[in-house]
Nanobody
């Protein structure tokens, strides 16, 4: 059984930085695609960043140049470094994983999900 546990969210001022972590356990390996979604109140869930085998990454236009996704396969941990944060980045952030080698951007939502970590950016 796959378990994803996020951490690292919090309250930060505009222009600040946060690093989210997602610890994966179970049948998640380096070839599984993983990513970060976010959902703000009243808005649809959106894919923020994703990474697949070979280190191929995807970023939503709204975060390009500010966010960096990475993974440590030895630790089975996914990261999202968020810099130059804006109030519009405020949302619940979710870690997701796909069963196989999903494309980036993916053709369908993730198969496994964490419970989320809240990011709030104050103006």
């Amino acid at each position: 059984q796959v378990q994803l546990v996020e951490s690292g969210g919090g309250l930060v001022q505009t222009g600040g930085s946060l690093r989210l972590s997602c610890a994966a356990s179970g049948s998640i390996f380096s070839h599984n695609a993983m990513g970060w979604y976010r959902q703000a109140p009243g808005k649809e869930r959106e894919l923020v960043a994703g990474i697949r085998s070979g280190g191929i990454t995807y970023y939503a236009d709204s975060v390009k140049g500010r966010f960096t996704i990475s993974r440590d396969n030895a630790k089975n941990t996914l990261y999202l470094q968020m810099n130059s944060l804006k109030p519009e980045d405020t949302a619940m952030y979710y870690c997701a994983a796909w069963r196989g080698r999903a494309t980036m951007p993916p053709q369908k939502p993730g198969d496994y999900w964490g419970q989320g970590t809240q990011v709030t950016v104050s103006s």
